[in-house]
């Protein structure tokens, strides 16, 4: 595949264009340096005109968010003939919808949270579900608009109600589950390994923990019991089947060990677009794993493919 000319695609109009950005380019160095003919895209409306000017053999997927992860540039590239990465129209689809994504889960044996659909203009004085909970968009990632609603807060977030709230008005309210945040890759068919997430001076893994340089540590290989471990590296898989993912997939996890606590592990999501920024995960399960970055994107260019 060396020599071949991948059209990275990146930025884009969704709330993580620059998390997209700094995944792209991190993306599009390593295969210049792996000696692929590389093309850097900043994603907008005309990209169709764009991609049947630049005539790619392949279109390195690295949108983050709406468009670049739900099926629809997936869609766009099938419809163009161009192989692209990660996965494809239905799978993007489905993880992007948090609570089909949930459906499907559930249906293969993955736990998942109790969870229900509000309305933010209806939330009011009244707490749609008994605290602590967890209230989200259902299409968005990076922990945008995510509110975290504490045992003893008296009323729902007022900021819901607000006529700029940026998200959309349909939200999901899921229990909330304290512990530890694990998460999982899978490459392929092969499951990756696992890492405990311990965020610094934040209350949970938000936009900074994620991408601000030290805003987390991530203990790899993660401290768990054997079985543990293995049940976080079973679950990812499966997700990642269940749900139809191609090449590389992430799955995040909350694990309740506390003394007094209901020992359970829990799937909060499936990202079939995760980040390769310098701080991101799947670079650093791909490394422990023995790929670095250029033999990982150098792979999934390879894995390329139209119907995925």
């Known amino acids: 595949m060396t020599g071949k000319h991948v059209a990275v695609l990146m930025g884009g109009w969704a709330n993580e264009r620059p998390v997209s950005l700094s995944s792209g380019n991190a993306c599009a160095d390593a295969l210049e340096a792996r000696g692929f003919k590389v093309s850097r895209v900043d994603v907008d409306r005309s990209i169709a005109a764009r991609l049947a000017e630049l005539k790619p053999d392949v279109a390195f997927n690295a949108l ?7 099926g629809c540039i997936q869609g766009l590239l099938e419809i163009m003939n161009i192989p692209y990465t990660h996965s494809g129209v239905m799978a993007s689809a489905l993880a992007m919808n948090k609570v089909k994504a949930k459906a499907v889960l559930a249906a293969h044996e993955v736990p998942v949270t109790e969870h229900l659909i509000i309305n ?17 968009p259902i299409n968005e990632g990076s922990s945008f608009g995510v509110l975290i609603v504490k ?7 007022q900021e819901l109600t607000r006529d700029d709230w ?36 934040h209350g949970f893994y938000d936009f900074e923990a994620k991408y601000a340089e030290g805003g987390s540590v991530h203990i790899l290989p993660a401290k768990l019991s054997p079985f543990i471990y293995q049940e976080v590296q079973k679950l990812t898989l499966t997700a990642h089947r269940a749900l139809g993912c191609r090449g590389v997939s992430r799955a995040d996890f909350r694990f309740d060990e506390r003394p007094d606590g209901s020992g359970r592990l829990i799937c909060l999501e499936v990202n079939t677009q995760p980040g390769m920024t310098p701080t991101s995960l799947v670079p650093e399960l791909a490394a422990y794993a023995g790929r670095d970055f250029g033999d990982l994107v150098t792979w999934m260019v390879e894995d390329a493919s139209c119907c995925r």
Do not use: S, W
């Open 64 to 70: 983050h968010g709406p468009f670049g992860e739900d």
């Open 120 to 136: 933010r203009r209806e939330v009011g004085n009244e707490h749609p579900m008994r605290p602590p909970y967890v209230i989200k």
């Open 151 to 157: 045992e003893d807060q008296a009323y729902p977030p």
């Open 166 to 201: 940026p998200y959309p008005d349909t939200m999901m309210c899921e229990t909330y589950i304290p512990g530890r945040e694990l998460t999982c890759a899978v490459m392929g068919d092969e499951v990756l390994g696992v890492i405990d997430i311990v965020p610094k001076g």
